[in-house]
């Protein structure tokens, strides 16, 4: 490396102190690229760490959803009172229109 040419990383000295300082920030400069490298090739404490934010959200998500349900009363959707579904109502009124249909028609063929 030669710093006295201009080229290189900007230092125009030869004075040995300034070469040790700039070779001491070159060095820190480097270990912490090994240590950032190091922790991106690291994958079993990012999927650790990617797991433990997945699980943070979830716990956030279900808070807010608990917290909703207490204000609505418990209901989901915020609905203010249950409703009855009128599906099964029906079919069970139709079905018991059929069954009173089918007895008087059998009762009036046994009356013939």
Excluded: C, H, W, Y
């Amino acid at each position: 490396m030669t710093a006295s040419n201009g080229s290189g990383n900007g230092s125009t000295s030869s004075d040995p102190a300034v070469l040790r300082a700039e070779i001491r920030r070159t060095r820190a400069e480097l270990g912490e690229t090994v240590q950032l490298l190091a922790a991106k090739a690291d994958v079993k404490a990012r999927m650790k760490s990617s797991a433990t934010q997945a699980r943070e959200r979830f716990r956030a998500k279900a808070s807010t959803a608990a917290t909703r349900m207490s204000s609505n009363g418990g209901r989901p959707g915020g609905q203010a009172a249950l409703r009855p579904n009128p599906v099964p109502v029906a079919t069970l009124i139709g079905v018991a229109a059929s069954a009173v249909a089918v007895i008087l028609l059998v009762m009036r063929r046994r009356r013939r």
